[in-house]
């Protein structure tokens, strides 16, 4: 019984010190798109878009793989076999669909490679931003039998105040997560902003996928193509810089 007893605690140390260390790993989140709450003039509209597509959220299955300082976030192909064609970019866009992600942990750059149908083939290079995350210990969640703590930030990008949350997992001691997010002591297990709410639902360390750095000749900052989409609204009549 006492051998059976050590070892026993010899495999759980094992394991536990595996997935601590571990660089290598893929996650699929689920996505939950949550109502809208504003005011400004559209909201109406707006919302009604967001209930008609709230039936297909489940259509959605993001995927992030990490391994060797390299990471890429995108979504899998959408399950659209009665989704009705009309709803589908509007899907598309309330997702966050059309984008794929890359983070390299060593040069700290992060990539956006946009398939839109507005801005399709421009691809965004940046350096990592700083979110200057603010823990709470005291706010846990568990997500995959992962206990996570809860860590906030507000910050500005693509000209927007964004205001986020993020559970993530010491346990998994990877610095990265969905999007362009890292910089906390553990793997991003769900995410949460105005619009949306993921999750982790299957986490896998086996068979991970080799990631190829992504090369690329010409691409714009976020700064830059900012300005590329203000003056693509002033072509359209409407100038952003006016309320």
């Known amino acids: 019984m006492k051998f059976i007893i050590i070892t026993f605690m010899f495999c759980l140390v094992s394991l536990t010190t595996m997935v601590g260390q571990t660089n290598a790993i893929e996650v699929n989140y689920s996505l939950t798109l949550k109502p809208i709450k504003s005011q400004a003039p559209n909201a109406e509209f707006v919302k009604s878009i967001v209930k008609s597509l709230k039936p297909y959220e489940d259509r959605i299955t993001y995927q992030l793989i990490v391994n060797q300082g390299l990471s890429r976030f995108k979504t899998k192909p959408i399950m659209d076999s009665d989704l009705n064609p009309g709803l589908l970019p509007s899907l598309q866009l309330h997702a966050d669909a059309s984008t ?57 990008a693509d000209g927007i105040k964004k205001n986020i949350k993020v559970w993530f997992s010491p346990k998994i001691n990877i610095n990265s997560g969905p999007m362009y997010y890292n910089g906390l002591p553990g793997l991003i297990l769900a995410y949460q902003d105005r619009h949306r709410y993921l999750e982790a639902k299957k986490i896998s360390f086996n068979s991970i996928k080799t990631i190829k750095q992504p090369k690329v000749e010409q691409y714009y900052t976020e700064d830059e193509f900012l300005k590329l989409v203000k003056n693509k609204m002033k072509r359209f009549g409407f100038d952003p810089s006016k309320k």
Do not use: M, P
């Open 100 to 156: 794929v992600y890359y983070q390299n942990q060593q040069d700290e750059y992060y990539y956006k490679f946009l398939h839109s149908r507005s801005f399709s083939g421009i691809v965004i290079k940046d350096h990592f931003k700083k979110f200057n995350w603010r823990i709470d210990n005291q706010k846990i969640k568990t997500i995959l039998g992962y206990k996570c703590y809860l860590a906030t930030a507000s910050f500005s």
